[in-house]
Each structure stands twice: as C-alpha cells, then as structure tokens.
Nanobody
Framework: QVQLVESGGGLVQAGGSLRLSCTAS????????IGWFRQAPGKEREFVAA??????????YYVDFVKGRFTISRDDIKNTVYLQMNSLKPEDTAVYYC?????????????????WGQGTQVTVSS
C-alpha cells in the first residue's frame, strides 16, 4: 500500500505561483496513476489533473479550468509528482489532495483515487 504526503501549499497573491508536491512511500509511484484534486470550503472535491507513465511515455490530463495554468509532472528518483500552479486566482483557493489509482489502464479523465494524501492548503489572495 502506498502512503502519500502533499506539501508546498501556502498563501500567495493572485497572479502568483506555487508548486505542490505529492511524495510517496511504501510503493513506487510508477505503479499508479496519480491525480490532483481540490476542495474549497462548502464545495465538493473536484478533479484537477492526472498523470500516468510507462517508461519514457507520459500521459497527462487537465480539466478545462486549469489548462494553460497548471502543469503536472513527475520525478521518479524522488518518487514525487508535482503540480506547478501559475497565474493563480482567488477561486483556486482550496485544500489540494493527491490521489493514487491502481487502475492505470483507465482513461485519466475518469480518474478515481484508491489512496489519498492528507491535503495541503492553498490560499490565493486578491
């Protein structure tokens, strides 16, 4: 079983950037598809982006409201997946979670996490 720990959240002004990290222990991340989600106060948790890879082939997926602003990537040596967030907006304020899915053959657009991290808070001020 994999354990996930998110980090990198914080307070940033609108237009700024943050890079979130999702570091795994217990298993290598390449065994899973990895996704980022977020949950704002009073709202449902929503899918943001996902990644899976096999050797040199990496596949990523983004929801429309983050395309062009967020980038998901991985570092095999550090067993970490990143979410680079640029041009942040106040509406990006949320707790961000990473999740791991064992369904590596499923479309990333239908990502469903089997394991979750504890989340990291991102606050974007206007």
């Amino acid at each position: 079983q994999v354990q996930l720990v998110e980090s990198g959240g914080g307070l940033v002004q609108a237009g700024g950037s943050l890079r979130l990290s999702c570091t795994a222990s217990g298993r290598t991340l390449s065994s899973y598809a990895i996704g980022w989600f977020r949950q704002a106060p009073g709202k449902e948790r929503e899918f943001v982006a996902a990644i899976r890879w096999t050797g040199a082939i990496t596949i990523t997926y983004y929801v429309d409201f983050v395309k062009g602003r967020f980038t998901i990537s991985r570092d095999d040596i550090k067993n970490t997946v990143y979410l680079q967030m640029n041009s942040l907006k106040p509406e990006d304020t949320a707790v961000y979670y990473c999740g791991a899915s064992v369904a590596v053959g499923s479309p990333l657009s239908k990502f469903r996490a089997d394991y979750w991290g504890q989340g990291t808070q991102v606050t974007v001020s206007s």
